[in-house]
């Protein structure tokens, strides 16, 4: 069993600072995707990294996939309420790319 | 270009009453996926179907099943529902076969009591 563990799990912030969580687990992945679900809502797709060592940048958000495959980061600079939600990591197990193993999630606050 | 819908937004179920919950996929999606997601806890992958057939299922019992239409929509049954099975159950959509990139609807939120 794949599982995917994400840290910390909650976490408030003051408006303007910078965070960085983390998605880990013991498996190797072939792709991880970083999602972003408001209450009540569907989960929003922000990146997808396939490459050991890959980083992307989606504007104050960078995303770093571990060398070995089996962990990411999500860094964001200058934090910003609208930045507040469930942040969910899911990976795609090699040969099995049809399921997407979650994460619990991190639920991020931004207070003004 | 669409993206995913499902429907009902909410539904309320009485425990031993089967359900049926609907997606349409994006538009130039072939395959769908079904997840599960309790309170508090990330989304358990159901099922997924590519051009109709089934594609790789999660630990669901025989009771979930579910279809894929000619013009990729889906249908997610649940028979028997039992009070763990109030959840949020999300549809995500995927280019081709084994597509990893999901793209979710907004869900179904299922309350049985």
């Known amino acids: 069993t794949q599982l995917l563990e994400q840290s910390p799990q909650f976490l408030s912030i003051q408006e303007g600072e910078n965070l960085t969580v983390y998605c880990n687990s013991s498996s190797v992945f072939s792709s991880l995707q970083w999602y972003r679900q408001e209450p009540g809502e569907g989960p929003v797709l922000l990146v997808t990294?396939?490459?050991?060592?890959e980083v992307k940048k989606l504007k104050r958000l960078t995303f770093q996939f571990g060398d070995a495959r089996k962990d990411s980061s999500l860094h964001i600079t200058a934090a910003q309420p609208g930045d507040t939600g469930l942040y969910l990591c899911a990976g795609a197990v090699p040969g099995a790319n049809s399921k997407l193993t979650f994460g619990k999630g991190i639920t991020l606050s931004v207070r003004p | 270009e669409t993206g995913v819908t499902q429907s009902p937004t909410h539904l309320i179920k009485t425990r031993g009453q089967q359900v049926t919950l609907r997606c349409s996929s994006q538009?130039?999606?072939?395959?769908v996926s079904w997840y599960q997601q309790a309170l508090g806890q990330g989304p358990q992958f159901i099922f997924q179907?590519?051009?109709?057939?089934?594609?790789g299922r999660g630990n669901f019992p025989p009771r979930f099943s579910g279809l894929q239409f000619p013009n990729y929509s889906s249908e997610l049954n649940v028979n028997a529902l039992e009070l763990d099975d109030s959840a949020l159950y999300l549809c995500a959509s995927s280019p081709g076969q084994g597509g990893t990139e999901a793209f979710f609807g907004q869900g179904t939120r299922l309350t049985v009591v």
């Open positions: 179907y590519y051009r109709e057939e089934e594609n």
């Open positions: 538009s130039g999606h072939n395959t």
């Open positions: 990294v396939v490459t050991g060592g």
